[in-house]
């Protein structure tokens, strides 16, 4: 498994996790014919402190999940936690600290993330509680070890059997242990409706165009199954018990500081290298002048610009008899 790392729902900027980051490079690269390894040609030190940012903007999302799923009456005491497609280590440092006794491993398959992901652990005085692990998913499933709680921000989506992966995930919890998928929530807003130019609803447009990339990398992932995305019938189909689901907010409104503008900048500046090829000439025409820094118009000056959007998170728990992840047969 690859990825980008905060990625919160199917947005094109994929906020997310860096699993992400690379699975999204790959869509991209077919869908504009370049060649070479996508993966390789990423440059992380550019990416990798964008990613850094976004994960760092949602941090009290991540933190209110993460203190929810810890005061759960069902919760186990957590001794090691799997953060899959951990990115730069922000969601992984903060459950370090949200669960002070336990070993804490940053999974994902990009070197130069996991380096950055240790850096902020020792940053942040957590790094005793530590590791990170480079594993490609599914291939390795048997490299990570057993948790008592698995993290999987964004990621799922990225494997071609969701349900395999998830059985992978349940197989690998110790009794009472959780899975927490971040999967859902809502689309990120920056902008109102009708920004004066062009069109009205250009966020929409290019959420649709999205939603249309999204399926196309799904569908280029090896082993791709088409699944229901119930994701309590899924956990209940690979032996869970569904334990709830949240959504939590982020609610930056307009006018925002400088560090939000500029992640906005950057992801809007991402989703058009992404999805540009899908856009009609005049949605394109505006997001050039929204992108122009000398623009009165653009998105360094406009006063309207905020950052909206909600994440959803799902738990499953393993029962304390529980055999081990198993998957059911999927009803074609």
């Known amino acids: 498994m690859s990825s980008h790392a905060g990625h919160g729902h199917h947005d094109a900027h994929a906020s997310a996790t860096p699993v992400q980051a690379r699975v999204h490079a790959h869509a991209h690269a077919h869908a504009h014919g370049s060649g070479g390894d996508p993966a390789t040609d990423i440059d992380w030190n550019v990416l990798g402190p964008l990613l850094e940012q976004e994960?760092?903007?949602?941090?009290?999302?991540?933190?209110?999940?993460?203190?929810?799923?810890?005061?759960?009456?069902?919760?186990?005491?957590?001794?090691?936690?799997?953060d899959i497609g951990c990115g730069p280590g922000v969601v992984s440092c903060l459950l370090a600290e949200v669960?002070?006794?336990a070993e804490v491993v940053a999974v994902d398959a990009t070197p130069a993330l996991?380096?950055?992901?240790?850096?902020?652990?020792?940053?942040?005085?957590?790094i005793d509680r530590f590791q990170t692990l480079e594993a490609e998913l599914p291939?390795?499933?048997?490299?990570?070890?057993?948790?008592?709680l698995i993290w999987a921000g964004n990621s799922l989506h990225h494997l071609g059997d969701q349900r395999a992966a998830l059985a992978g995930f349940a197989g690998l919890l110790r009794p009472g242990g959780t899975v927490a998928l971040v999967e859902g929530g809502l689309p990120t807003r920056r902008l109102p409706r009708d920004i004066g130019i062009g069109q009205p609803g250009l966020e929409a447009r290019m959420g649709a165009a999205a939603a249309t990339r999204f399926e196309y990398m799904r569908s280029e992932l090896p082993g791709a199954k088409r699944e229901t995305e119930d994701w309590s019938a899924l956990f209940t189909a690979v032996g869970l018990v569904p334990q709830g689901t949240r959504s939590f907010l982020l609610d930056l409104p307009a006018p925002l500081a400088r560090p939000a503008r500029d992640h906005v900048v950057a992801s809007i500046t991402r989703e058009r290298e992404v999805i540009g090829d899908l856009l009609t000439p005049e949605d394109s025409a505006v997001l050039e002048r929204l992108l122009d820094p000398e623009d009165p118009e653009g998105l360094h000056h406009r006063p309207d610009v905020h950052l909206l959007t909600a994440r959803t998170v799902h738990l499953g728990r393993r029962d304390q008899g529980m055999p081990g992840g198993s998957v059911a047969p999927r009803q074609e």
Do not use: C, H, M
């Open 99 to 101: 669960f002070p006794e």
């Open 139 to 148: 291939e390795e499933f048997d490299r990570l070890g057993e948790a008592d």
């Open 114 to 126: 996991l380096e950055r992901a240790k850096n902020r652990a020792r940053r942040l005085g957590v």
């Open 55 to 82: 994960a760092e903007l949602n941090s009290a999302q991540y933190e209110d999940a993460a203190r929810w799923i810890a005061a759960l009456p069902t919760a186990p005491k957590v001794r090691r936690v799997l």
